[in-house]
C-alpha cells in the first residue's frame, strides 16, 4: 500500500505512551518533486487521559488549508470521543496505530466495563469479524454493535442515558476508608465487653492465659481480614459486603445461603445491642429508684424508643449516619482515654477497699496466672470472642465506599490492629491495678503480725481473706463494674457503654438491609425481589430498613436475648469462616481471573482461618454450631435446586474445569478395557431440538453411562456458514441443558455433509473420551434426493466403518425431522407476543384517557374501534392456528415425543443375527436397565440351520448365562436364507426400478455411455451378484412382520456394504425393506471388537 508523501505537518510529542498516526492511503497528483523528495510526515494524534481518547490535531502556521484538503481526498477523521471503526455520516477512516494500517482500538478501559457499570458508560470495541473481513467503504452502521444490543449488552448510549438521571439525583455520597471502614469496624469491634466483661475475663483467666484469649480471637478475625482484603480487591466491589464477597468467589449457592443468614444475624443484632444499652439505662434508673413499670418492661419500652430513633437516623441517609457515628466514636475514645487516665490518679481508700491499688508488680504477678472459677479457657474466649467480631461492618457498605478496593483492605486491618491494641491495653493495665478478691469495706484492714502468705493486697495493708470463705461483691472476679471504678470520671464510662452498644446497633441496622438489598437485586430467592428496589441518590434500601426495623423490634419485645445471642454469634462465624474459604478456594482453583491487588495472604493460613472459624462455632456454643450448619445445608440445598440464572465466574467454575481437566488426563493413562467399555456416541441430530425422538434414544442408553455429542454440519457460504455457527452453539447447548440432557452440542461448517462428518467423527472427544459409535437417523427421503446426497449418507457410513466406529441407524414411522413443525410454533408465539403487546397498549390508552378528565368522553369511540381491531386481530390468530393445526403432522409431534414417555409393557426384539463384538445386544441391555424401558423384556432372535435349532439355542442361552444377561425368551430363526415371498419381492423390484441401469438390454456403447453419465445407478451385473443378499432382506422383513410386529423396540443387525461393489441406492433400498412399516427399529452394527465378556 503506498502512502502519500505530501509534507504533513508534525504534533508536539505526547508524552503518552499510545501514539495514533491518521494516514492518508490516495495519491496526490499536485505534490512537486521537491516534495516528493522530503521523508513521509504523519498527523499524529495522542490519546490522553484528561481527553479520554479525543483527538487533539495541531498544525503548523499554512497548513491548515493542505490539512483540510489531506481531508478531502482521503479518509475522514472522526472527532468526538469515540473510536469506532465506522463513522455513520461519512467514509470509513482509519488510524494507524503503532505503525500499521488498521481500524483496531487501542487499550481502554471502558470497553472492560459490565453494561449499566456506574463508574463509566461501556463502550464497544471493533468485532473480530469487523477487522477480519473485508473492509466496506461508506457503512452506516456498526454491525458489532447491532449484535451487542441483540445480545443483551446494551449500548454506550443507553448507559449514558443512565448516569445522567443519576447525575441528576444529585449524585451519590460516597466514604473514603476512614469514616467508611476504619471508623464503623473500630464501634463495630469495640462493645460493651470492653467495659463490662474484659475486666472478669482477665480475672478468669489471668494476663497471661487472658492475653492469649485476646491474641487468638484476633488472630481469627486477623486472618479474616486478611482474606477480605484479597477478595475486596480482585476486581470491582459493589454493595452486598460479606454476600458479594462470598457468593462471587464460591457462587450464588454458598453466598445466597450465607447471605440471607447474615442479614439476620445483623437484624437480630440490633435487637442485641440495643436490649444491652437499654440494660444499662435502666440499671441506672433502678438505681435511681425511677423504674416505670419493671425491668423487663422498662427495657421493652426503653429498646422500642431506641431502635425507633437509630431507624430515623438510618433512613435520613448514609452521610447522617456517617455523621452520628464519628460522634459516637469521639466519645467512645474518650471513655477508653479516662479509664487510662483514672489509673495512673492516685487511689482513694474506698477504692483501694474495692481491689484497687493502681499499678503494683505483686497485683500483676498474682494476676499472672489463672484462676478459673466454675469456667474453663474455652467458655471464657467463648465469652470474649463476640467482643473481636464485627470486622466486616465496613465491607458491608461497599457499595457506598469511593474505592472499596483500597479501603477495605486499609481500614479493615487497621482496625483489628487498634482495637487489639486496646483490648491488651485495657486487660493488662486493669489487672495490673485490681486484686482479683475485694470486700468493700475500709475496715478490712491487715492487723499487725498477720501472715499474708503470698497475698499482694495484704502487702499492700488489706485483708480480703474472708472472700474465700464467703462471696465478695468487689474485685475483677466480683464486679462488673470495675472500670467505671478505675476511671477519673465514671459516668464517662457509662457513655462509652451507651456509645459502644448504639454505635454497633447502627452498623448492624445499616449492615442488613444493605446486604438483604444485594441479595435481593440479584433474585436469588425470586419471592423477595420486591425489596431489592432502592430509593434516592444513595440508592437506600428502605423496604429493608422497615424490615429489619420489624425483626428487630420483635427480637427486643421478647427481651430474652440469652438462647438466640450464642446463634447470632455463629452465624457471623460462619459467614468468616466462608470468606477465608473462598480465599482459598480461588487460590487453590488457580483461575487467571484471580489477581488480588492486596499480595499479604495465603491460600493455607486462609484455609486454616477457615478451620478455626468452624472450631470456634463448636467452643462457643455446640448446638448452636449445629443449628447454624443445618440452615446453611437446608439454603445451600434449596439454591442449587433453584438453579439461579447468573454467572459471576466464581472459584468453583474454575475448579470445576481444573477438576475435570486433572480426571481428563488422568483417564488418558488408563487403558481401556472390556469390561469397562460403553457407548459413547456422536448423534446427527443437527440441532438438537429439531430431532429430539433421535436424541432421547441415544440418551436412553448413554445417560450417566456413556458420552453423547449432538452433531450439526453447516454447508452452503462459508461465511455465513460460520456466523450462523457461532451464533448458535451457546443457545442449543442451552437448550440440552434446560430439557436436563446429558450431552454435549457440536458443529463444523464444512464444505459437504460427508466432509463435516468425516471432521467431527476424527477430532471430537478429548482423551479417553472419544466417540466409539455413530448414530444416525434413516434417510426417509432416498428416493427423493440427489445421488450427490445418497452418496454423502453411503459415505458418513463408510467413514464410520473406516474409523472402527459402530454405527446404529435409527428409524421411526413418522421420521425425526420435526423443523417445519417448530417453524409454526414460532411464527405463532411471535403473533401472540404481537396480541400481548397491542393489548398492553390499548390499557395505557385507557388509562391515559381516564386521567386527562373530559378527554375521556372523546375517547369511548376510539376505544370501541380498537376492541374491534382487537377482536379481529385475535380471530385472525385463531384462523392462522387452526389453519396450522392442520398443516403440520399431529402424529410428527406425538412421535417426536415417544422416548420420552415410560415404555409400558412389551418387548425389546434383539435380532443379532451377525456377531459384532456384542454391541447389537449390550445397547438393548443398557435400555432395560433404564426406567422408562425397564418393563421392557429382552428376547433374542437369532439365524440357525434348520435340523439343529435345539443345538443353536442352547449355544445362544449358554453364551447369554454366561454374559449374564437376563432375557424372557431365545428364538432360533431356521429359514432366514429362504427366498422372500412373489409380492414382497415384486414390491423391492418395482422400488429399485427407477434407479436401475439395465445395461443387458442395450448395446455395448450405450451402456459405456450410460455408465459415464450415472456412474450411481444400480448395474444388472450387480443386482445378479447381490441377489441372495437382497433376498435375505426382504424375506428378514417378512419375518419381522410375522415375529416383532407388536414390539416396543427392534434392534437388528445392520448388514454392512462393501466400499465399491454395492451401489449407494442398492444399499438404501435394503435398509428401506428391512425396516418397513415396523415399530421403531434400531439397525446396529458394532466395530467387531468386543464389549461384552465373561470374564471376571
Known amino acids: 500500500m ?22 492518508n492511503e490516495s495519491h496526490d497528483n499536485n505534490a512537486t518533486p521537491q516534495e516528493d523528495a522530503d521523508p513521509p510526515h504523519y498527523e499524529e494524534t495522542s490519546f490522553t487521559e484528561e481527553a479520554h481518547g479525543r483527538h487533539r490535531i495541531s498544525h503548523r502556521p499554512g497548513t491548515r488549508a493542505l490539512y483540510e484538503n489531506f481531508l478531502q481526498n482521503g479518509d475522514t477523521v472522526k472527532s468526538d470521543g469515540n473510536l469506532h471503526p465506522y463513522d455513520t455520516h461519512s467514509n470509513t477512516y482509519y488510524l494507524k496505530t503503532f505503525g500499521h494500517n488498521t481500524v483496531d482500538a487501542v487499550p481502554n478501559i471502558d470497553y472492560y466495563r459490565n453494561t449499566g457499570s456506574i463508574s463509566g458508560a461501556k463502550m464497544n470495541r471493533p468485532s473480530l469479524l469487523e477487522i477480519h473481513e473485508q473492509l466496506a467503504k461508506n457503512i452506516a452502521v456498526n454491525p458489532g454493535s447491532i449484535e451487542r444490543v441483540t445480545n443483551g449488552e446494551g449500548t454506550p448510549g443507553e448507559e449514558a442515558t443512565v448516569n445522567k438521571e443519576e447525575e441528576s439525583k444529585g449524585g451519590f455520597v460516597k466514604f473514603g476508608w476512614v469514616k467508611g471502614v476504619l471508623v464503623r469496624c473500630m464501634l463495630n469491634i469495640w462493645g460493651v465487653m470492653l467495659f463490662i466483661r474484659l475486666s472478669w475475663i482477665v480475672g478468669q483467666a489471668g494476663i497471661g492465659l487472658g492475653v492469649v484469649i485476646i491474641l487468638l480471637a484476633t488472630t481469627v478475625t486477623s486472618i479474616t481480614g486478611l482474606s477480605t482484603s484479597a477478595i475486596a480487591t480482585n476486581g470491582f466491589v459493589r454493595g452486598g459486603g460479606a454476600y458479594y464477597l462470598i457468593s462471587r468467589s464460591l457462587g450464588p449457592e454458598f453466598g445466597g445461603s450465607i447471605g440471607l443468614i447474615f442479614a439476620f444475624a445483623n437484624a437480630v443484632a440490633v435487637a442485641m445491642y440495643v436490649v444491652g444499652f437499654a440494660e444499662t439505662v435502666v440499671e441506672l434508673l433502678k438505681s435511681s429508684g425511677a423504674l416505670m413499670v419493671d425491668e423487663s418492661n422498662d427495657i421493652r419500652i426503653i429498646g422500642s424508643i431506641t431502635v425507633v430513633v437509630l431507624l430515623g437516623i438510618s433512613m435520613a441517609g448514609m452521610e447522617w449516619e456517617a455523621k452520628a457515628q464519628v460522634i459516637l466514636l469521639v466519645i467512645l475514645l474518650i471513655a477508653i482515654a479516662n479509664f487510662f487516665i483514672g489509673t495512673v490518679i ?89 486484686v482479683r478478691d475485694a470486700t468493700g469495706n475500709t475496715n478490712d484492714t491487715v492487723v499487725s503480725g498477720m501472715n499474708c502468705n503470698g497475698s499482694s493486697a495484704c502487702t499492700l495493708g488489706y485483708d480480703f481473706s474472708s472472700c474465700k470463705a464467703q462471696e465478695c461483691r468487689y474485685g475483677l472476679m466480683n464486679n462488673f463494674q470495675v472500670m467505671s471504678m478505675v476511671s477519673g470520671f465514671g459516668p464517662l464510662i457509662t457513655a462509652g457503654i451507651f456509645s459502644a452498644t448504639l454505635s454497633s446497633a447502627l452498623a448492624s441496622l445499616v449492615s442488613a438491609p444493605k446486604v438483604f438489598q444485594a441479595l435481593c437485586k440479584d433474585n436469588i430467592y425470586k419471592a423477595l425481589h420486591f425489596f431489592a428496589k432502592g430509593h434516592g441518590k444513595n440508592n437506600e434500601p428502605l423496604r429493608g430498613y422497615v424490615l429489619t426495623f420489624i425483626i428487630a423490634m420483635a427480637f427486643i419485645l421478647i427481651a430474652e436475648l440469652n438462647t438466640i445471642a450464642p446463634i447470632i454469634s455463629n452465624f457471623f462465624l460462619a459467614s468468616y469462616a466462608l470468606i477465608n474459604f473462598s480465599c482459598f478456594h480461588a487460590s487453590y482453583a488457580k483461575s487467571p481471573g484471580w489477581r488480588p491487588a492486596f499480595k499479604y495472604y495465603n491460600m ?53 474445569y481444573v477438576n475435570a481437566l486433572d480426571s481428563a488426563l488422568e483417564l488418558t493413562a488408563v487403558e481401556d478395557h472390556v469390561k469397562n467399555f460403553r457407548p459413547q456416541c456422536i448423534v446427527l441430530t443437527g440441532g438438537p431440538m429439531t430431532r429430539p425422538a433421535l436424541l432421547d434414544i441415544t440418551h436412553s442408553f448413554t445417560k450417566n453411562n456413556g458420552l453423547c455429542i449432538c452433531c450439526q454440519v453447516y454447508t452452503g457460504p462459508r461465511k455465513l456458514c460460520v456466523k450462523e455457527m457461532n451464533s448458535g452453539m451457546a443457545k442449543k447447548q442451552a437448550w440440552l441443558t434446560k430439557n436436563k440432557r446429558k450431552a454435549f452440542y457440536a458443529a463444523v461448517a464444512a464444505d459437504s ?15 479417553r473420551m472419544r466417540p466409539n459409535t455413530l448414530v444416525l437417523g434413516f434417510k426417509t427421503d432416498w428416493r427423493d434426493a440427489s445421488a450427490v446426497q445418497n452418496e454423502n449418507y453411503m459415505g458418513v457410513i463408510h467413514d464410520a466403518f473406516d474409523f472402527e466406529l459402530g454405527v446404529v441407524i435409527v428409524r421411526i414411522s413418522q421420521g425425526f425431522d420435526i423443523s417445519q413443525v417448530l417453524q409454526v410454533q414460532e411464527e405463532l408465539e411471535k403473533l401472540e407476543q404481537e396480541r400481548l403487546a397491542l393489548e398492553a397498549t390499548i390499557k395505557d390508552n385507557e388509562f391515559e384517557e381516564e386521567s386527562h378528565g373530559i378527554r375521556g368522553l372523546f375517547g369511548k369511540a376510539r376505544k370501541l374501534n380498537i376492541t374491534k381491531h382487537v377482536t379481529k386481530k385475535d380471530s385472525s390468530i385463531n384462523t392462522i392456528q387452526s389453519m396450522h393445526v392442520g398443516e403440520f403432522n399431529q402424529r410428527l409431534l406425538e412421535a417426536s415425543n415417544q422416548f420420552k414417555k415410560k415404555q409400558g409393557k412389551g418387548t425389546i426384539d434383539v435380532w443379532w443375527l451377525f456377531d459384532d463384538g456384542g454391541l447389537t445386544l449390550l445397547i438393548p441391555y443398557i435400555l432395560t436397565m433404564r426406567k422408562k424401558w425397564k418393563d421392557c423384556k429382552l428376547r433374542i432372535f437369532t439365524g440357525g440351520k434348520i435340523n439343529r435349532i435345539e443345538d443353536e439355542k442352547l449355544a445362544m442361552t449358554s453364551l447369554l448365562s454366561k454374559f449374564r444377561i437376563k432375557y424372557a425368551d431365545i428364538k432360533i430363526i431356521g429359514n432366514i436364507n429362504m427366498k422372500p415371498n412373489k409380492e414382497s419381492w415384486k414390491f423391492f423390484e418395482e422400488m429399485i426400478e427407477p434407479y436401475r441401469l439395465h445395461e443387458s438390454c442395450k448395446d455395448l456403447t450405450t451402456a459405456e455411455k450410460l455408465k459415464r453419465e450415472t456412474p450411481w445407478k444400480i448395474t444388472d451385473a450387480e443386482l445378479e451378484a447381490f441377489k441372495e443378499k437382497s433376498y435375505r432382506q426382504v424375506h428378514l422383513n417378512e419375518l419381522l412382520q410375522e415375529h416383532s410386529r407388536a414390539a416396543n423396540l427392534i434392534v437388528l443387525s445392520l448388514p454392512v456394504a462393501r466400499k465399491g461393489v454395492v451401489s449407494d ?32
Open 604 to 656: 493455607w493460613v486462609s484455609l486454616f482461618g477457615a478451620m478455626l472459624c468452624c472450631g470456634v462455632m463448636f467452643v462457643i456454643n455446640w448446638w448452636a454450631a449445629l443449628i447454624t450448619y443445618a440452615i446453611e445445608l437446608f439454603l445451600y440445598i434449596y439454591v442449587t435446586y433453584k438453579k439461579p440464572e447468573v454467572n459471576w465466574g466464581s472459584s468453583a467454575q474454575a475448579l470445576y
Open 753 to 767: 455433509f460427508r466432509d463435516g462428518v468425516k471432521s467431527l467423527l476424527q477430532a471430537s472427544g478429548l482423551g
Open 346 to 434: 492516685p487511689t482513694s481508700n474506698e477504692k483501694k477497699a474495692r481491689g484497687f491499688f493502681n499499678y503494683q508488680a505483686s497485683i500483676f504477678a498474682e494476676n499472672f496466672g489463672p484462676d478459673f472459677r466454675g469456667e474453663g479457657f474455652f467458655s471464657v474466649f467463648a465469652i470474649f470472642f463476640p467482643a473481636a467480631t464485627g470486622i466486616l461492618a465496613g465491607a458491608n457498605i461497599s457499595g457506598d465506599l469511593e474505592d472499596p478496593q483500597a479501603a477495605i483492605p486499609k481500614g479493615t486491618m487497621l482496625a483489628i490492629l487498634i482495637t487489639a491494641v486496646a483490648y491488651l491495653g485495657v486487660a493488662i493495665c486493669v489487672a495490673a491495678c485490681v
Open 1065 to 1096: 441406492h442398492l444399499y438404501m433400498a435394503w435398509l428401506e425393506i428391512l425396516s418397513k412399516n415396523l415399530p421403531p427399529i434400531l439397525l446396529i452394527r458394532g466395530n467387531h471388537k468386543n464389549v461384552l465378556t465373561f470374564y471376571s
Open 2 to 23: 503506498s502512502m502519500n508523501n505530501s509534507p504533513n505537518v508534525f504534533l508536539e510529542p505526547s508524552p503518552n505512551r499510545f501514539q495514533v498516526n491518521v494516514i
